[in-house]
């Protein structure tokens, strides 16, 4: 067999196990669950309230005896609902009490499935005395944040005051692309096969419509108010995506690109700045 033909069977034969991994992957959450004394801490901000919903496991942190504003948060795809304990703590010392939750099951659909999810963890928390139905709000990070504009879009019960998405795509399709050639590092054409396998996996095993799931279309459907932040040094997902998401927005809205901060780095590098911003946005 001629050397060129093996090494293009060769090729064809790793971009098919390459895209077919990379597939399953996309579509699979892959962060480990939160540990006991992860959720111990957590129960230790306030007054804890297990959420009892089907396939979803959490909680809601609440000051006893008093009605607060809420925040529900969503975390990126890679990391369980403590990633976010940092800030809930924060907030929840500014008077913000934290719904902080994982779904139990391992597939990631990008949109109707965790917008369904938050939409009964919504309704879960507004039947409960110490929340203000009226004053919940999201902050989402990354994967969470673009499920947080999904969600917005869907609320036209108005059951959202406001969100903040931290570091969100705006096309699934393009941070699907950066995926597959390792951020910008492979060539496109030389990833061409294994992207269309990745793409072909994820849409026939898990249903992933990459042409209908984009944050930047569901924006001009939010009414809402807004606040979008974005690290400058963000090499995962750029801040173009952010800017094209804002772009669309019709609601009262905020962007906040920061100095130096990379993905979802934001809160670490600028944590004064970050409490101060939310709290002036949510109380605004």
């Known amino acids: 067999m001629p050397l060129l033909l093996k090494i293009a ?57 008093e009605r607060r504003p809420t925040i ?80 917005a879009a869907e609320d036209t019960d108005r059951h959202i005051r406001s969100i903040v998405a931290d570091s969100p795509y705006a096309d699934l399709k393009e941070v699907a692309h950066r995926y597959v050639t390792a951020f910008g590092v492979i060539p496109s054409p030389i990833a061409w096969p294994s992207k269309t396998i990745a793409f072909a996996t994820a849409e026939g095993l898990h249903g992933i419509d990459f042409n209908s799931r984009n944050p930047a279309e569901w924006a001009a459907r939010i009414d809402c108010p807004v606040l979008l932040i974005h690290g400058k040094s963000d090499w995962r997902i750029p801040p173009e995506h952010s800017e094209q998401i804002f772009a669309r ?19 670490r590098w600028n944590t004064n700045e970050y409490i101060e911003r939310l709290v002036r946005f949510f109380q605004s």
């Open 72 to 151: 529900l948060y969503i975390q990126g795809r890679s990391a369980n609902r403590t990633e976010l304990l940092p800030l809930a703590e924060a907030m929840f010392a500014r008077g913000f009490n934290a719904i902080l939750w994982d779904s139990k099951s391992r597939q990631i659909d990008y949109g109707p499935r965790e917008v369904a999810q938050i939409r009964r963890i919504l309704a879960w928390a507004r039947e409960d005395p110490r929340v203000e139905a009226d004053r919940i709000h999201i902050v989402g990070f990354s994967l969470g944040g673009a499920m947080a504009i999904g969600a």
């Open 9 to 65: 069977l060769y090729y064809l034969a790793g971009s098919a196990v390459a895209g077919s991994v990379m597939g399953l992957g996309f579509a699979t959450n892959l962060a480990g669950r939160a540990g006991k004394k992860q959720v111990e801490a957590l129960q230790k901000i306030g007054a804890y309230v297990p959420m009892k919903l089907e396939a979803i496991e959490g909680g809601l942190v609440a000051a006893p005896n």
């Open 249 to 267: 927005l019709h609601s009262r809205k905020e962007l906040w690109l920061v100095d130096d901060a990379g993905h979802t780095e934001s809160f």
